[in-house]
């Protein structure tokens, strides 16, 4: 799977879209973009995954560049409680692999300010 | 939407002894379930594959021996912790995906937190 780069951390105020960039410059073409995130003592949340398309959901949007280089996850209104470390992971679909295990990066650090 | 259940939430044992963690997948089939331990303020780090109906694929440094793992049903897998001792504390989570279906989510359980005394 293809490797990603994403900043440590950030601090977004509560209200306010929190942008969250991803690099994954060496995907190939069918490997699927992921985000998840983890609260504090929690088991990652899966937020939303994308090809090549823009994806919105009732949690977030999801924006590829149309080389799929880079993506960034936008958090419409960050609230508190969305302070969260939030992990970008690509893979390929599990259709075509079974063997579709995630590996881990550190994510980034996602502070929402009051 | 999907949910994975895993049980205890915690668990506080003394040391030598053995520890059952599950994982069920509550409202879907999956074929495939993994395990991953997470240290304080660390990423978490894939521990195996659990395959219904067939051995676990363990990753490199992770003991099988010690971490016995059993997926008997397309709904439960099971990790043993055999003869636990406190480096063994961690955050223990599970995670599935549906059978079906191109480019699907793995859902995962919210942890189970061992310490070992």
């Known amino acids: 799977d293809a490797k990603t780069t994403q900043p440590t951390s950030m601090d977004c105020a509560e209200g306010r879209a929190a942008n969250l960039p991803c690099n994954h410059s060496t995907i190939s073409g069918n490997e699927y973009v992921y985000w998840y995130r983890q609260i504090h003592s929690q088991g990652p949340q899966y937020i939303i995954h994308?090809?090549?398309n823009n994806e919105t959901n009732e949690m977030a949007s999801l924006i590829i560049t149309e080389d799929r280089k880079s993506s960034t996850l936008i958090l419409p209104h960050a609230t508190l409680r969305d302070t969260a470390v939030y992990y970008c992971?690509?893979?390929?679909?599990?259709?075509?692999?079974?063997?579709?295990?995630?590996?881990f990066g550190k994510g980034t650090r996602l502070h929402i300010l009051p | 939407g999907a949910v994975v259940s895993q049980h205890p939430s915690w668990v506080i044992c003394k040391s030598g002894t053995s520890v059952k963690i599950e994982c069920r997948s509550l409202?879907?089939?999956?074929?495939?379930m993994f395990w991953y331990r997470q240290f304080p303020k660390q990423s978490l780090m894939l521990m195996a594959t659990s395959n219904e109906g067939s051995k676990a694929t363990y990753e490199q440094g992770v003991e099988k021996d010690k971490f016995l793992i059993n997926h008997a049903s397309l709904t439960l897998s099971t990790l043993t912790v055999t003869s636990a001792h406190p480096e063994d504390s961690s955050f223990y989570i599970c995670?599935?995906?549906?059978?079906?279906?191109?480019?699907?989510?793995?859902?995962f359980g919210d942890g189970t937190r061992l310490s070992i005394l």
């Open positions: 409202d879907f089939q999956a074929t495939t």
């Open positions: 995670s599935a995906r549906l059978r079906t279906g191109v480019g699907q989510p793995q859902h």
């Open positions: 992971i690509v893979r390929v679909s599990p259709r075509r692999n079974r063997d579709d295990k995630i590996i």
């Open positions: 994308g090809l090549k």
